[in-house]
């Protein structure tokens, strides 16, 4: 038995996992640390906004009428950016669109992320139980999911802003409802992903040896789909921030006077001739955003991917 | 070596392939290989997994990746092959040497006809060969290959016909363009051991009929002594011994190649095997498992959709403490039945029972009490082990599940368990795809035997292993088996490995049980015709002993020579 022992005995090379092996990963590839540290930077202006502001002395809900000229413009170079006013002020009011623009990534982010979050839970609850037990269940669902991917989502939400009390926080009612409607596309991804793992013997093993189906589910089969779930999530967070942005421009997002990029784009719009500046701080301010969260969420899909060959 | 010197047809000298590593150093997969390949000679290159015989045949082709760096000299008919262009390379692939690959049911494109992609084979190296004449010719090479069926065959989708019959018409396309060397990579590895016989045949036909040389690459020293006249004996990527056949089998020079030899279960069916004596118990006493009457069917739910008979009244018992041995080939529903016996399938009619607990009727607490009892091994040890767990999760499993054993406990219950598939208690720590394939099928017998079952089911537990290692898990089976006294169903296609481990045997053909009995009836004086043929067809790591064999074979087959069938 020589032969057995030494061929048996012959390890296989290890390969790396686990959270080091990813921020290894992540720090070696340019694009999705720039990502991140875009994403850093973002969260914490956003947390730290009052103290950012409070550098040049200024908040995004004070008039400047004196920086103005006649017509309602912006007097002075790029929109009035001065020393005080790092990005200018907005044409009419005069107000500091650095402060419209930090303050705006609160209302992005926090509309951003939380509906992200909603809609994941929603999508893996939905996703990992349809193609685990499959049967009526998946089939009801699967019409569900189909239904709500034909939904006119847009028409839907400016006509339910148009019937929901004031009463209601807006930007808890933006998360409920963007979260509501975002979940079909990651519940259809995890959905496949479960049906294959389903027929995998580990899962097979597991019911085997007398496991219940919430056990295989939970202890099986979720970590087997964590690292489809955390990338999707990534890659959903812009598309969210964008949503918010749309509502907000089309005027049925967050209620003036608090900060919105989407809001302020829609504004800018109007100024883009007179004042290009106020609709270049915001729109770049969102194209970073939603490009780092993209970049930083394919870096993440190739540091998950074990078969992923580093170029 | 032979009396009459066969010319040469390809020469391989002083060959050495590395693969670039990830970032690091080069990595050596070949060292210094020579060997030559005669016309109307077999040169089968043997070895086990890694050692680097598939790398070797392919650099012939110049089919490498472009992260292979390739040395040393490869001639063809005297034309030096490493190095050579693009255009000259495409001219010796499939133009002076054919190819057949491991599995035919991948080497297909499943959108076109067999007779178009021989066609095209065909044109690719002759463009000007005029329409009928490609057409007489694929229906030729078919007809060669020994299919009979040859115009449904050349008309039919690969998805249509069964894995010989892929395999026939992959050596038709290998042959279109009369190669003066044949590259066979496992030929008969994915297919059953009835038609891997005929297989085998044909090789050996066109060996003889055309005077190819075939460079035979496999692991399975039954196919080798059936087929090879030279044989290279590889590991690590270096060549241990070369012989010819008879003298390599008869006199092994080499201790590899001896262990080699020794590691593999014979099939003898000559003498009763010496196999252990199983505790008969008492009449009276209850069978550990049971199955009567057993129909299963498949995709019967839904409307309008065809439902596929996998089993049909199949009716066998398991007595405390036996073996039975589960025998049959693809698609003969064998590993359904293990399935249904941990109560995985439904039963459409019969009853399976566990230690008296009929498994149709139980509830599903009772069904989850049933599987505490019941161990499970799988064939591919990789798939069974979720590979987010480490080691010591995957078998401490079944204690978190049925047992309210603390922490500390389970680890001291995984330690005794390592210890007792002898393995490193470290090995609790580490993730499944940092273990080789035996020490992950160690696992998963620890697993199973972790709440000390009554049963275990194994389905085709070394099937995915090789063969050296085959060795020692069945003999870790069978020694934990002595120690903890389970019955055991022993599910596999491989006659040799279920002689060396069972008491009873069950013989399943199309979801039927054709044979069943003791051990030593059913296989050495098998009252069935199939079983005949199935014991006659297992080649035997013995040249002279398998000529012999396939005679029988032969007087077998002659009433119905391809044994296989297509639904």
Known sequence: MTVANTVEGASVTARKTGFRHVVTSIRGDGWASAGIITIAVFILAAIFAPLLTAIPGQNPYTYHLGLLDDSGAPKGWGGGISATHWFGVEPLTGRDLFAIVVYGARTSLLVGVSATILSVLIGVLVGITTGFFGGWYDRVMSRVVDVMFGFPVLVFLIALTAIVPSSIPRPLFMIVVIGLFGWPAISRVVRGQVLSLRERNFVVASTAMGARPGHVLFTQVLPNVTATIIVYATIMVPSMIGFEAALSFLGVGVPPPTPSWGRTIGDAVGWVQTSPMYLVFPGLALLLITLAFNVFGDGLRDALDPKAVRR | ?567
Request: include cysteine; glycine fraction near 8%; proline fraction near 5%.
């Open chain 2, 1 to 567: 070596m032979s009396d009459e010197p066969a010319p040469t047809v390809l020469s391989v000298d002083e060959v050495s392939i590395s693969f670039a590593g990830q970032g690091g150093p080069e990595r050596p997969v070949v060292d210094r290989v020579s060997f030559d390949l005669h016309a109307g000679r077999v040169l089968a290159l043997v070895g086990e997994s890694g050692s680097g015989k598939s790398v070797t045949a392919m650099s012939v082709l110049g089919l490498l990746p472009g992260t292979a760096t390739v040395s040393g000299s490869i001639r063809l008919d005297g034309g030096e092959l490493i190095g050579a262009d693009a255009a000259r390379l495409r001219q010796v692939r499939g133009g002076q040497i054919g190819t057949i690959f491991q599995e035919p049911m991948n080497a297909f494109n499943p959108v076109y006809t067999i007779g178009w992609q021989i066609a095209e084979a065909i044109r690719s190296h002759d463009p000007r060969t005029a329409r009928a004449e490609v057409e007489a010719r694929v229906a030729e090479l078919l007809s060669a290959a020994g299919i009979r069926d040859v115009a449904r065959v050349r008309r039919a989708h690969p998805h249509e016909l069964s894995g010989g019959q892929l395999q026939r018409a992959m050596i038709a396309m290998a042959i279109c363009s009369n190669p003066v060397a044949l590259i066979a990579d496992e030929p008969t590895t994915a297919l059953d051991v009835t038609v891997q016989a005929g297989i085998l045949d044909l090789i050996r036909r066109l060996r003889d009929e055309h005077g190819t040389a075939v460079l035979l690459i496999t692991h399975d020293m039954g196919v080798v002594a059936d087929l090879a006249d030279d044989v290279v004996v590889m590991r690590d990527g270096r060549v241990v011994e070369r012989a010819d056949a008879a003298t390599l089998f008869a006199r092994p020079q080499a201790a590899y190649t001896k262990a080699l030899l020794a590691a593999v279960p014979t099939l003898d069916t000559l003498e009763a095997p010496a196999g252990r004596v199983a505790p008969r118990p008492a009449e009276d006493a209850e069978p550990a498992a049971e199955v009567r009457g057993a129909c299963i069917v498949y995709g019967a739910s839904g409307w309008g959709r065809r439902s596929l008979t996998a089993v049909e009244d199949v009716s066998f018992h398991i007595e405390a403490g036996c073996t039975l041995g589960l025998v049959g080939e693809s698609g003969s529903g064998k590993s359904t039945v293990g399935r249904a016996l941990a109560g995985l399938v439904p039963l459409r009619a019969g009853a399976v029972r566990i230690g008296g607990v009929d498994l149709t009727t139980v509830s599903a607490r009772g069904l989850r009490a049933v599987r505490k009892r019941i161990g499970y091994v799988f064939q591919d040890p990789a798939s069974s082990l979720n590979p987010r767990l480490t080691i010591g999760q995957a078998i401490a499993e079944p204690l978190r599940l049925h047992t309210d054993a603390s922490a500390a406990g389970r680890r001291t219950r995984v330690d005794e368990l390592l210890d007792a598939v002898r393995l490193d208690r470290d090995f609790a720590g580490r993730f499944q795809h940092e273990l080789s394939g035996g020490q992950r099928q160690r696992v998963a017998i620890a697993r199973a035997i972790a709440l000390n079952p009554t049963l275990l089911i194994a389905d085709e537990p070394t099937s995915a292993l090789d063969v050296s290692v085959q060795a020692s898990i069945l003999e870790l089976i069978r020694r934990l088996q002595d120690e903890l006294g389970f019955a055991c169903l022993f599910i596999s296609h491989d006659l040799a490995v279920v002689q060396a481990l069972v008491d009873d045997v069950v013989v399943m053909r199309r979801g039927r049980i054709v044979e069943a009995g003791p051990a030593e009836q059913v296989l050495t004086a098998p009252r069935q015709p199939y079983t005949q043929r199935l014991l006659a067809a297992a080649p035997v790591a013995d040249p002279v002993q398998q000529r012999l064999r396939r005679d029988e074979w032969r007087a077998l087959n002659t009433a119905d020579d391809d044994v296989e069938i297509v639904t």
